[in-house]
């Protein structure tokens, strides 16, 4: 395969969704504390998200004053030395995400380490290739307007090693890995909840697929399942 093996590893309500504030409520809770426990499982050689999860979970909305750097030369992929074995890939097609350093910084041991790699297309401002290049973060480009999923999972293994990936979502980064075909497994962690109207869906825009059951576990109501295609 010329692409890392990737699992969709979420917290899902009953119902399927994967934001909203069921997450927050004790049932959601320990569905996220196993969640983060299988995490640690996979042991996986990155996890990958979305622009707004990234945001969310590690940059807190932070974004660098552009008008310190200039514009990079030439928007090519740049790859950096000692990269490390243990990745947080970013899928920021416009380079909008604001690092202040090139690891995770996390109380998680699942997280914390991970060097960043960013996944941009040539929508990016020339000079947030330099900051990244400041912050020695690399990146790739993948796509003219949207992420190329394919092209940027060939890159991540051709480049990084990357063999087996953790896709976290959210809802709109795992419906554009699953109109890929890229899912070869789903991991989720279904708390006993049902989610609210405007709570987002596992896949955004998803399409019909079959998977297999591979294994089946509970903790009280929680659920852990999990699916191979
Ligand atoms: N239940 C769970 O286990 C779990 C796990 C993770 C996250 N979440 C939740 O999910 C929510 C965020 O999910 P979300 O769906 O709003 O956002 P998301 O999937 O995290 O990020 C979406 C953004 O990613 C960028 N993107 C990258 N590649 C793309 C592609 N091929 N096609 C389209 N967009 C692409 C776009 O950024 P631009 O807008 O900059 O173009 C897009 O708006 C949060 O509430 C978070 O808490 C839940």
Request: aromatic share 14%; net charge negative.
């Amino acid at each position: 395969m010329n692409r890392p093996y990737t699992i969709c590893h979420m917290v899902t309500s009953l119902d399927g969704k994967v934001t909203g504030r069921f997450l927050y409520t004790p049932e959601g809770e320990k569905a996220s504390d196993w969640y983060y426990q299988l995490n640690r499982d996979y042991k996986a050689d990155a996890f990958a998200c979305g622009r707004v999860t990234m945001e969310g979970s590690f940059t807190g909305g932070w974004y660098p004053d552009l008008s310190e750097y200039v514009p990079a030369y030439s928007p090519m992929d740049y790859l950096v030395d000692d990269m490390g074995n243990f990745f947080a890939v970013a899928f920021d097609p416009h380079g909008v995400l604001g690092w202040k350093s090139n690891t995770i910084i996390d109380d998680d041991p699942g997280y914390s380490g991970a060097r960043i790699i960013e996944v941009l297309t040539h929508q990016v401002d020339l000079r947030y290739l330099h900051y990244l290049q400041v912050m020695n973060i690399p990146y790739i480009f993948a796509g003219q307007l949207e992420i190329d999923i394919e092209e940027a999972l060939f890159k991540l293994k051709a480049y990084f090693g990357i063999e087996k990936l953790l896709l976290e979502g959210g809802s709109i980064l795992n419906g554009a890995f699953q109109r890929a075909g890229v899912i070869d497994e789903l991991s989720l962690v279904v708390a006993p909840m049902t989610a609210e109207a405007e709570d987002k869906p596992l896949f955004t825009d998803g399409t019909r697929e079959k998977y297999t059951l591979a294994a089946v576990r509970h903790q009280d109501s929680t659920l852990w399942l999990n699916y191979r295609r």
